[in-house]
């Protein structure tokens, strides 16, 4: 008699014949693919980081011509982009791929094989927005791409029409992941596993899903808004024509807002497991830090307006987005007092995971005090625009979620590959970043006090910005060979011995159950 073979599970990954690049490339395997989102995310990283170098090399001296300031405005959009779309978001999803299934106890993620898609709409997208340098020029209006400054009259070629079909195709890969974390969390925890025995992480990246969720569409509709005023003739943001241009700002930032807290979530999230294991003790209020995860999820999608305060809003809608911008400042206050005490009385073993755990919070709440100044309108006025804000976001986005990065990085590592990072290497690592970052800055406070405003490719001397912006771009450089010593020594690690046992850090959840690397 004939046996007919079972159809599999959608929620199995199947197996490859042979091995080798191939098997990466069709694979399904969450663990595989959580590994190829961290490698193109760094290499992003990297990527973002030259602009980076190149932007502040132009700003270090005055009345600069190191590059033409249209040059300077396609790779200060694409710097943003990057840094934004195809580093911080997705590498939070790449540690979601490849620890929640081990820290649930699932044997992968929900589905997959849209996980396998939505990572590969990655270099898509990338791909999309890059291929205008060579088509004339990349996007040139900045990351947010104000009206009128992105509609054809302003800008003509091809960079702004790449750039919303790139970001499209990045916002169907973050929204399929989104469905799958959701999914794969709520119904494939291991048996006794409770939503309140999940680990932080988890909850984090659970809350992070939810918004991408909520969020994605909106930023998809807009840019759909945005691709038809400058290819179908419609007016949605042409005041001339009766459309309104603070549409725009509305709805980028009701989805930008919540944007920030998808960068930021899952670097509290990993600085949630770090600091109980090298702390030697549990962490301090476990359901007040998954709440507060959930609030901040909840209140992000109030304060969208707080940049919008220079652009006339109503009185109430002023008051109203002034009280929950400082509203949600609490949730974060709970987490870090919560982080706090977990690490107060605790065997506290400083290894360098747990130092870019601590370099986390007291950059991101170098950070979050900027924020409250922002909430503030009087204050607000005399800093909207300036070089205050782009220190603000760099302390959270940087001091925060690459902090938070490269903390999971050395910590999980040993897990992911049987091998450790050199400990040594990786606390210079972290003290040249840290000094590098705090260089780079919080110059850029003073800047914006001093009234030098942000988006310029250059400015006349005799303003008292010389000295900073000098300073600002050292701090760059600092940065940069921190980077280089981290890449020697993760090739050079990779090189080395599997030594790593299978709980090398004593750690408290499920994936330090299981082999290093897991099977």
Known sequence: MTTLATPSSPSTPQPHPGG???SWITTTDHKKIGMMYMITTVFFFLVGGLMALVIRSQLATSESDLVSQDF??????MHGTTMIFLFVIPAGAGLGN????????ARDMAYPRINALSFWLIPLGAALMYSAFLFGGAA???????TPLSREEFSSGPGIDLWIMGLQVLGISSIGGAVNFIVTMLTMRAPGMKL????????TILVTSLLVLAATPVFAS??????ADRYLDTDFFNAAEGGNPLLWQHLFWFYSHPAVYVMILPAMGVVSEVLPVFARKPLFGYRAVAYSSVAIGVYGFTVWMHHMFTTGLSVPLTLFTMATTMVIAVPSGVKMFNWIATLWGGQIRFTAAMLFAIGFLAMFLIGGVDGVFNAIVPV??????TYWQVAHIHYVIFGGSVFGIFAAIFFWFPKMTGKFLDEGLGKLHFALMFIGMNLAFMPMHFLGIAGMPRRIATYQG??????LNLISTIGAFLIATSILIFLFNFFKSLMGPKIAADDPWEGNTLEWATTSPPP
């Open 20 to 22: 080798g690049l191939w």
């Open 72 to 77: 300077y405005n396609q790779i200060f959009t």
């Open 98 to 105: 490849y620890v929640v299934p081990l820290m649930i106890g």
């Open 140 to 146: 040139d209006a900045g990351w947010t791409s104000y």
């Open 196 to 203: 309140h025995r999940m680990p932080i992480f988890c909850w």
């Open 222 to 227: 807009v840019l759909a808004l945005l691709f």
């Open 380 to 385: 607000d006025y005399a800093i909207n625009d």
């Open 462 to 467: 005799g303003q008292g910005w010389e000295t």
